[in-house]
């Protein structure tokens, strides 16, 4: 029987619309093969359709060590899965069970295949191969009292339980700040040398790619764009979809590009403290931000750049008047601005925020012009109302037909561009966006930046980018604030930032950065 997986003119069809055509690949053991595009080229469906696990029907061949998938019945396939191959997903925490501990997902992951039920030593073992600290504590616990990383780091271990021969990773860590996505991908890359196995990698950042898998197969509207070794088509692609791709992901070494000039000063906040009881029985509370405090100018970006926990999402809100905050002032243009609770319509008109998961923050029963009017509605008079979503809808780029459509209908893109427009309905003097941009690939997001760029031309507008992508603040902002356990440990222009790093958290983020 041959070893391996080999892919030979995949189709993928869902209802009459071809998804992936005539898209070929092989997979030898021990090796990291990485299929790479940006949303929609098809990358996932090629991955997970053959085992199974998409709305799509296969044609073609995939063999996995002499099996041919196309054509399994759903059991035959299930089988398989269970003998064979691990699965790590995009999102660990709808991955994961709600309702079951760390200690139920191991138990149940081992025993899929026929194998015997783990005693806590053998899974104490398992989330120390994958880097989990007190893995005796973990074992008892439920996946919302992990962070983000902790969270995969089980699910990593769960797909290995079974003791696979081929591990498939769809995205498994665009949800991660960039020193979490380079551990876990080197964490996946050493347990695959060690242990023989052998990775799907299905990414759309082509520098992570360029560091961690051995070669690349580069994907574009469901078809073969380019292939090769991963180094060379992550730095210097052949097509022009390919150069397309790598110049949209943020690099720390790219040339510094131009920003708008700024006036004077917007926003204050001094000495920001923001606490919440402990979860449970346990009495005392969390310190999510301590002592925090910035500025913030006319037609500036200030990036609020740190990992996961950090508090810069904590920080964003309370400035916003989204979130709580115990003490500290917040002024605006100078006038301190009272609590959130007491804050009137003309104070949160002000400041407008635009979230991480575009459709998430969409009301799937409205439609598009309803939910750009929401902020606003009592102030447009009726008549003028849906020409007023309208204008909006052109300013951030979209057909004005769009008015009526339902968020489902939506990109992912297009569906961040209906929030910025909801936003933009209050007049604001000050954006606040929260990881705006990572949940859209490449393209999709430099797309998304770019308009940040020209409404705050056109504007005037002041933005607080709150992102843990360190080569995208450099590329938007003026200024980097680093958040570390609640507290800005630095704060200084992106040019004497990235020469003259002060912190050793900032220097850890260049570092995992780079």
């Given amino acids: 029987m041959s070893e391996g997986y080999a892919v030979r003119n995949l189709g993928v069809r869902i209802g009459d619309q071809l998804i992936v055509d005539d898209v070929s690949f092989t997979l030898a053991p021990g090796e990291v093969f990485a299929l790479a595009g940006a949303s929609g080229a098809g990358k996932s469906m090629s991955a997970m359709t053959p085992f199974g696990l998409s709305a799509g029907v296969a044609s073609g061949s995939a063999m996995l060590d002499g099996i041919e998938l196309v054509g399994l019945s759903e059991h035959e396939l299930s089988r398989i899965r269970a003998e064979k191959i691990g699965f790590v997903f995009q999102q660990p925490l ?8 760390v200690r139920q997902h191991l138990q149940e992951a081992a025993m899929q295949a026929g194998g015997a039920k783990p005693d806590k030593a053998a899974m104490v ?10 893995p005796d ?12 990383g902790e969270r995969q780091r089980v699910l990593i271990a769960a797909a290995l339980a079974h003791g696979p021969r081929y591990l498939v990773a769809d995205e498994p860590v665009s949800a991660l700040d960039a020193a979490l996505r380079g551990e876990i991908m080197a964490l996946l890359v050493r347990l695959c040398r060690e242990r023989g196995m052998a990775m799907l990698l299905v990414s759309h950042d082509l520098a992570g790619i360029e560091h961690h898998a051995d070669r690349l197969l580069l994907l574009e509207s469901g078809r073969v764009a380019e292939a090769g070794p991963a180094p060379q088509i992550a730095t210097l692609p052949a097509t022009d979809y390919g150069k397309r791709l790598m110049a949209a992901t943020p690099r720390l070494t790219e040339p510094l590009p131009s920003l708008p000039e700024t006036g004077e000063v917007l926003l204050e906040v001094e000495a920001a403290h923001i606490h919440f009881p402990k979860p449970g029985w346990r009495r005392g509370r969390i310190d999510a931000v301590v002592d925090a405090s910035l500025t913030l100018a006319k037609g500036e970006t200030l990036a609020l750049v740190g990992g996961s926990g950090s508090g810069k999402s904590t920080l964003g809100r309370a400035i916003a008047g989204l979130g709580p905050m115990a003490s500290g002032i917040v ?3 100078g006038e301190t601005l009272p609590p959130r609770q007491r804050r009137n319509a003309g104070h949160r008109r002000l400041i407008q925020p635009v979230f991480q998961d575009p459709l998430a923050s969409l009301d799937p029963r409205w439609n598009v012009a309803d939910i750009i009017l929401e902020p606003v509605r009592w102030l447009v008079p009726e008549d003028d109302q849906h020409e007023r979503a309208k204008d909006l809808l052109e300013e951030v ?7 009526s459509r339902k968020p489902a209908s939506l990109s992912g893109g297009q569906a961040q561009r209906v929030a910025i427009a909801r936003a933009l309905s209050a007049d604001p003097e000050m954006l606040l966006l929260d990881e705006a941009t990572s949940a859209l690939d490449p393209l999709v997001a430099d797309g998304v930046v770019a308009l940040f760029g020209r409404l705050q031309r056109e504007r005037g507008l002041s933005l607080l980018f709150i992102t843990h992508d360190l080569a995208l603040a450099r590329r938007a902002a003026h200024r980097i604030a680093v958040m570390e356990a609640g507290r800005i440990v630095e704060c200084a222009a992106r040019e004497e930032l990235f020469a003259n790093p002060q912190a050793e958290a900032t220097r850890r983020l260049i570092a995992a950065s780079g």
């Fill in 94 to 101: 709808t991955a994961l069970t709600p309702h079951r501990t």
């Fill in 125 to 134: 073992v398992m989330l120390e191969a994958v880097g989990l600290s007190r």
């Fill in 137 to 148: 504590e973990r074992l008892a616990q439920y996946p919302h009292r992990l962070s983000g």
């Fill in 331 to 333: 002024r605006w243009q």
């Fill in 397 to 403: 780029g979209l057909p004005r037909d769009f008015a």
